[in-house]
């Protein structure tokens, strides 16, 4: 099993950024794809990026593409999300999400392991 604290969450104006963080206990972290999820209100949680156990492939949703990066540091057992370049439809509670096994998902119920959340606002 894992355990999963995210961070790095806050309140920036548009075009600001933030950097997120995912730790992680366990010990076998390094076994585990990691994705991060965001739900804004009202609307259904949505897949934001992905990133293998070893880091060397990742995926991100389209609209976040080429913006926000996503890598692992497994020594650490943390996930980061580096957000620059925000924009008001950014604003979302931001989770982060585990499995085990070496292939990059995108929906949620690929994910067993969740952590609790970390509110994103971005003012316009």
């Known amino acids: 099993q894992v355990q999963l604290v995210e961070s790095g969450g806050g309140l920036v104006q548009t075009g600001g950024s933030l950097s997120l963080s995912c730790a992680a206990s366990?010990?076998?972290?390094?076994?585990?794809?990691v994705a991060w999820f965001r739900q804004a209100p009202g609307r259904e949680r949505e897949f934001v990026s992905a990133?293998?156990?070893?880091?060397?492939?990742?995926y991100s949703t389209d609209s976040v593409k080429g913006r926000f990066t996503i890598s692992r540091d497994n020594a650490s057992k943390t996930v980061y999300l580096q957000m620059p370049s925000l924009k008001p439809e950014d604003t979302a509670v931001y989770y982060c999400?585990?499995?085990?096994?070496?292939?990059?998902?995108?929906?949620?119920?690929?994910?067993?392991?969740w952590g609790q959340g970390t509110q994103v606002t971005v003012s316009s």
């Open positions: 990133i293998s156990w070893s880091g060397s492939k990742t």
């Open positions: 366990g010990s076998t972290f390094s076994s585990y794809t």
């Open positions: 999400a585990a499995d085990i096994g070496p292939y990059l998902r995108v929906g949620i119920s690929d994910y067993h392991y």
